[in-house]
């Protein structure tokens, strides 16, 4: 298998927050290269070092950076996808300076380059037993059956190819019925949410707290013929944005919520008052490690379990309102 060298440009108090973050997305071991550590060897009284390398001295005046690797193929390009929406949100939140610049490389491709070079990646994929994901370039395919779900991600997560997205998609399948309101938190490229329009829902309504991402939804929601009337997307966070959760309402029958578990575990104590009574709730983007952790925590905030899927170190579950 080949590997993507992903490396992130980030300031030395935020190495272990970020390197977090990135776990919880599935990425799994890290190489940081951190200029003040480096500094504090090189302060160090008690070291006796009569030469130090000339490449190493370089280190002094390095970036402080995170290197991971990825698979070069159409799971590793999804999870890139996903990398590269955590970093916008982070640029664009109110802790940005901690973070630094967040420049991103992709081996030696160039990140504006990757949005079109993917896309070699990404074909026809079939979700659940009724949809068909088609990339907004491609032609159905021949003697297809499926209800077609037309996609540009762009930069934005969900092109139905990551277990997050597919298990999701198996579970709205089973779960909804015609006329339903759904709304999708943590949104990305749409999918989910115009998956359930499709698959029967009446209404839809998005929110991710990327722009880049709700202009996404709302193109891709069009693409596929769904206008303002059917289909709404917002921009902001939920657990912080009173304005917000006012604007959204409630009554849903079904939430789609396809981010990671910290911020899952965030959104818990919100999640029940847009639900009607008995509505379901659906939580995906889980490493199967913290799997028990978001589940106990949703429980305690009054759901009941109803399943849990798990693929490849990936869970998603199936909730109801009590």
């Known amino acids: 298998m ?3 060298e992903i490396r992130i440009v980030t300031e030395t108090p935020a190495v272990d ?19 003040e550590s ?7 009284k008690e070291g006796k070092w009569d030469y130090i390398d000339e490449d190493l001295m370089g280190l002094a005046d390095c970036d402080t950076t ?16 996903g ?21 991103l490389t992709i081996g030696n491709v160039r990140e504006e380059d990757w949005a079109n070079n993917w896309k070699q990646y990404w074909g026809p994929t079939p979700a659940g037993e009724r949809l068909l994901i088609l990339p907004s370039w491609e032609e159905v395919p021949a003697g297809n059956t499926r209800t077609v779900l037309t996609l540009d991600p762009g930069s934005s997560f969900g092109t139905g190819q ?4 597919k298990l999701c998609l198996e579970l709205i399948e089973e779960v909804l019925h015609g006329g339903d309101r759904v709304l999708d938190l943590g ?28 202009r996404t939804a709302v193109e891709n929601a069009e693409k596929n013929g769904f206008g303002p009337d059917r289909y709404t997307a917002y921009c902001g966070d939920i657990c912080a944005d009173a304005a ?25 104590g919100r999640f029940g008052a847009f639900l009607r009574a008995q509505g379901h709730l659906i939580v995906s983007g889980i490493i199967l490690e913290r799997a028990d952790e978001v589940l106990d925590t949703l429980e305690n905030a009054g759901f009941t379990r109803l399943a849990v899927r798990e693929q490849e170190g990936w869970a998603a579950a199936l909730l109801q309102k009590q």
């Open 187 to 214: 949104a990305g490229s749409g999918i989910l949410s115009i998956g359930a329009l499709l698959l029967g829902a009446e209404r839809a309504a998005a929110v991710d707290i990327v722009d880049n991402s709700v």
């Open 66 to 81: 995170v290197t991971f690797y990825l698979p070069d193929d159409a799971q590793g390009a999804e999870q890139l996808a």
């Open 2 to 4: 080949n590997w993507m």
């Open 17 to 35: 927050v970020l390197c977090a973050q990135l776990t919880d997305l599935g990425v799994k071991g890290f190489s940081v290269q951190d200029k």
């Open 162 to 165: 990551h277990h997050t997205t």
């Open 244 to 268: 917000l959760r006012e604007r959204l309402g409630t009554g849903y029958d079904l939430i789609c919520a396809n981010i990671v578990a910290d911020v899952l575990i965030a959104m818990s």
């Open 38 to 44: 480096f500094q504090e060897f090189l302060d160090d």
């Open 83 to 103: 990398v590269r929406s955590l970093l916008e949100a982070l640029r664009a939140g109110e802790q940005a300076a901690f973070y630094g610049t967040l420049a």
